[in-house]
């Protein structure tokens, strides 16, 4: 079945401890992107890679790392959390950006 | 920062009524693309719209792309209860996608 895995969907944490969500797609998709959704605010990217290698920034890309080693493997990492990136996370992807985007469960993460 | 204006916010109608969501913006995009997002999921895409103008059909659903490739709406005949969720529009362009805030519909039998 074609889809975007993330893990974990929930994560309960504290300030500061450092954390990596994961995200893999088994498309083969050139383009990956993370967006954090927040009541009134909507979805807004993170950052964003159209291959390997190659990244971006999105929107809202402070307090947020990515990388892109592998082109099914896009993990968001939180170098120092803190509660107001309490949210919740969606990694998505495409294989061309006007042909949409396959986007993952949601990871639910909270920040204490 | 490219912005996206849905409207309305919010709709609670009758199963059997037809509607209309809109999307707006100043900015041009290559493409719009229509989501829609159940409570704690993931959005699952509905339709992309590309060449301005263009008009696509889902069984009861009809995507519209603005001339200008600007703006879009969603129209839904005779709306069902199992059409109630959350209505996203995506502006797609220099690799970004731009969300609107979405349309919260429900559908009362």
Redesign the interface.
């Known amino acids: 079945e074609a889809q975007v895995t993330q893990n974990p969907r929930y994560l309960i944490t504290v300030t500061g401890k450092k954390l990596t969500v994961t995200c893999s797609q088994n498309m083969n998709h050139e383009y990956m992107s993370w967006y954090r959704q927040d009541p009134g605010l909507g979805l807004r990217q993170i950052y964003y890679s159209m291959n390997v290698e190659v990244t971006d920034k999105g929107d809202v890309p402070e307090g947020y790392k990515v990388s892109r080693k592998e082109k099914r493997n896009f993990p968001l990492i939180l170098e120092s959390p803190s509660p107001n990136q309490t949210s919740l996370y969606f990694c998505a992807s495409s294989w061309q950006e006007n042909y949409g985007y396959t986007f993952g469960s949601g990871t639910r993460l909270t920040v204490v | 920062?490219q912005l996206l204006e849905q409207s309305p916010q919010f709709l609670s109608i009758q199963e059997g009524e037809n509607l209309t969501v809109y999307c707006n913006s100043s900015s041009v995009f290559?493409?719009l693309?229509w989501?829609r997002q159940e409570p704690?999921?993931?959005?699952?895409?509905l339709?992309?719209v590309?060449t301005g103008g263009e008009v696509k059909k889902l069984k009861r659903l009809t995507f519209q792309f603005g001339d200008a490739r600007k703006d879009s709406s969603l129209h839904i005949t005779a709306a069902q209860p199992g059409d109630t969720g959350l209505y996203?529009c995506?502006g797609?362009?220099s690799?970004?996608?731009?969300?609107?805030?979405?349309t919260k519909l429900s559908v009362i039998p």
């Open positions: 920062t290559s493409s693309q989501y704690g999921e993931g959005p699952v895409l339709v992309t590309v996203l995506a797609a362009g690799y970004q996608l731009t969300f609107g805030k979405g």
